[in-house]
Structures are given as C-alpha cells and as structure tokens.
C-alpha cells in the first residue's frame, strides 16, 4: 500500500485536476475544522469519447457544405451549419460541466460524492467513523496502463455507500480514505 501521508506533502494537481491532493478549497456545508485531503474527477483519458465526437461534429459541416454548394442555397447551408454547430457545441458543454462538476471529496472528517444530473445536484457523504471498507477496482489495459479504476466505499449501517467512478491513482485513494477511517475510530 503507497504511504499516504508525508511531512513533505503539500498541495498537488495532477492529470488536469483530476487528482489533487490538499487542494486548498472550501466547499458548501465544510465544517469550521475540517480539512480537504484530496478531491477526485474521472480521468481525463475517459472524456476521450466526447472530445472526440465533438472534434468530428465541428467538422463535419465543413465536409458536407462541399457536396451542398450549388445543390442548396448559401444562406440555407450557412443556417444549417450554425443550427449544427448550436448542438454540437451544447453536446460538448453539457459534457465538460458533467467532467468538471462531478467531484469526489475526501476531508479528514468525511467522504463526499457530488454528482450533477442536467440540474439536479446529489450530494452522498459518509462520516469517516461510518466507513466500513475501501475496495480499488481497475479492469482492462487502460486502466492499468494508465493507473486509473473505480473506488468503492462501503458504509456502516443503512447509509449509501460512496463510488468514485474511474479516478486516477485508486489504489492510493484507498489508502487514504482508510487511514482517515482508521484515525476517527482512534479519536472515538
């Protein structure tokens, strides 16, 4: 298991802040002493698909105008295109924000999960003394050749258990999730 803490840590934004240990952030309902260890997204490599799509979708009317000329009207294809343009660059926003606002939180206090579906925002916490167990999941060449997989954490009780779905370094994210559980049952 990776050593979790060190003296020397500080503050570290990895994979295009997918994996930022002690963040430095603030976030709605902390409480007065509780500290953010670490803050998790899905890796960058899964928006793979999206960015891709987006890419072709951007381009795509270009490749059609040049069949379209002189069988449509310039301000028929323009429309068109800009009518296009309109949905792919929804389809890639959409996307980004889902990437961006789909956050797990680890604070010395708590585990968090905030998930965002179209307007509607899901928050799952678990107390860290609520923890039960920690499980890394990582299938597949990718995920092991890029060091990313899922974190499964199970609760104690009738609570919801937490899911950290493809985030990088999993295996490390368990430690860490663990010696905070491990640290309230000590303080308990």
Not at 55 to 78: K, T
């Amino acid at each position: 298991m990776p050593e979790v803490f060190s003296d020397t840590d500080k503050q570290s934004h990895d994979l295009f802040h997918s994996y930022c240990r002690f963040p430095g952030i603030l976030f709605e309902g902390q409480h007065e002493h509780e500290i953010v260890l670490l803050t998790l997204r899905a890796h960058p490599l899964t928006q793979i698909i999206w960015i891709t799509l987006s890419f072709f979708g951007f381009v795509l009317p270009l490749i059609i105008d040049v069949f379209l000329i002189g069988r449509a009207s310039p301000s028929a294809i323009f429309f068109g295109n800009i009518f296009w343009w309109a949905l792919v660059s929804s389809f890639a926003f959409y996307n980004l924000i889902r990437w961006v606002f789909n956050v797990g939180i680890v604070t010395n206090e708590r585990v968090l999960d905030v998930d965002y579906v179209f307007i509607q925002k899901e928050v799952s916490e678990a107390a860290a003394f609520d923890i039960a167990d920690a499980d890394a999941k990582t299938t597949g060449f990718f995920q092991d050749l890029f060091n990313f997989g899922d974190v499964f954490i199970q609760t104690a009780g009738t609570k919801s258990n937490i899911e950290y779905l493809h985030v990088p370094h999993p295996n490390e994210v368990v430690a860490i999730v663990s010696k905070v559980s491990h640290d309230s049952h000590g303080n308990n």
